[in-house]
């Protein structure tokens, strides 16, 4: 809408500058022929002493050209006045449509600026709250003790602390052969394991057992 009415003014004020400007050539080339005139008849005066039509015509040709010499001054001042007050309507519209423009695009750049600033500040709170939980973990991870574990899983999943006794053989079929019978064996205890292996690391992989001294920053 503004650049509209910004059009049509400035094609206005155009097409009554150009209207001014042939104006005061018209008038222009009045004065000059007026001059023209006035010069032949003071020449005149002195070559053609007796001829009086000559003086005559000169004088009513003068007349005409006074009459519109003044006529085309006169439209030339009001072409004057008219375009001043267009160029001054122009420039308030100009001026007006600069501050609008402006304000337009303060709000714009302040809006992108609060949306850009928002947006940064919630990544940035995002990764503030992943590095807390990742923070949770790593505490959880230096807690973390093989033996424990292990040690936990055997009393949860044991069967006992002997080994199976061995299968004895029973002869059914000739007694007399094998009259004494076989004596079972006596069961051994379980013997205790012995020291777990210390876990190692495969290169360029870090060891999460050694977070001692560890630090967040």
């Known amino acids: 809408q503004i650049e509209l009415i910004m059009e ?6 155009n097409l009554q500058y150009k209207k001014t400007m042939e104006v005061k050539q018209i008038c222009c080339c009045f004065l000059m022929y007026g001059l023209t005139l006035l010069t032949c008849a003071c020449t005149g005066r002195l070559i053609h002493q007796d001829s009086l039509s000559y003086f005559w015509q000169l004088f009513l040709k003068l007349a005409q050209t006074k009459s519109a010499l003044e006529d085309s001054d006169r439209s030339y001042q009001q072409n004057v006045t008219t375009l001043e007050k267009i160029r001054e309507e122009w420039q308030k519209e100009h001026i007006k449509a600069c501050e609008f423009f402006e304000t337009q695009e303060c709000e714009r750049i302040n809006y992108f600026r609060n949306a850009l600033w928002l947006h940064v500040n919630q990544l940035s709170q995002d990764c503030v709250q992943n590095d807390e939980k990742y923070e949770e973990i790593r505490k959880s991870l230096e807690m973390c003790s093989i033996e424990k574990d292990i040690d936990f899983f055997v009393n949860l999943r044991k069967t006992g602390s002997l080994a199976p006794a061995p299968v004895v053989y029973e002869n059914y079929y000739n007694t007399q052969r094998n009259a004494t019978p076989v004596r079972s064996p ?3 205890p379980i013997s205790r394991r012995g020291p777990l292996p210390t876990p190692t690391s495969v290169p ?11 630090s967040l920053i």
């Open 186 to 188: 006596v069961p051994v």
């Open 204 to 214: 360029g992989e870090p060891d999460y057992a050694a977070v001692d001294g560890y």
């Open 8 to 13: 049509a003014i400035h094609k206005n004020r």
